[in-house]
């Protein structure tokens, strides 16, 4: 069974950083690439940031390049992301996502994790 667990929200200040971890299991983790997306209160779940399964290929959503970071763990089941600078607008529910497809990530991943908080204040 497919399972992604992220960790790592919680409370930071404006311009703070907080590093976000996604733990995947239950499938073959180099035929996966692996993502990131956002829902704030009130609007609409959004695309963040994914990687593909060697860590070499990542795509951004252009309001957050620059400022987010997405990585992968040697072992490759584990995928970071890093939000530097953070703002008040970034607070959201972060939500990992998996899908045999680079493309099809972006938009609607296979998997998805049960979310972790983030909130900023200003």
């Known amino acids: 069974q497919v399972r992604l667990v992220e960790s790592g929200g919680g409370l930071a200040q404006d311009g703070g950083s907080l590093r976000l971890s996604c733990a995947a299991s239950g499938f073959t983790v180099v035929a996966y690439a692996m993502g990131w997306f956002r829902q704030a209160p009130g609007k609409e779940r959004e695309f963040v940031a994914a990687?593909?399964?060697?860590?070499?290929?990542?795509y951004y959503a252009n309001s957050l390049k620059g400022r987010f970071t997405i990585s992968r763990g040697n072992a490759k089941n584990t995928v970071y992301v890093q939000l530097n600078n953070l703002k008040p607008e970034d607070t959201a529910v972060y939500y990992c996502a998996a899908d045999t497809n680079l493309v099809e990530i972006r938009s609607i991943p296979d998997y998805w994790g049960q979310g972790t908080q983030v909130t900023v204040s200003s």
């Open positions: 990687i593909d399964w060697s860590g070499r290929t990542t």
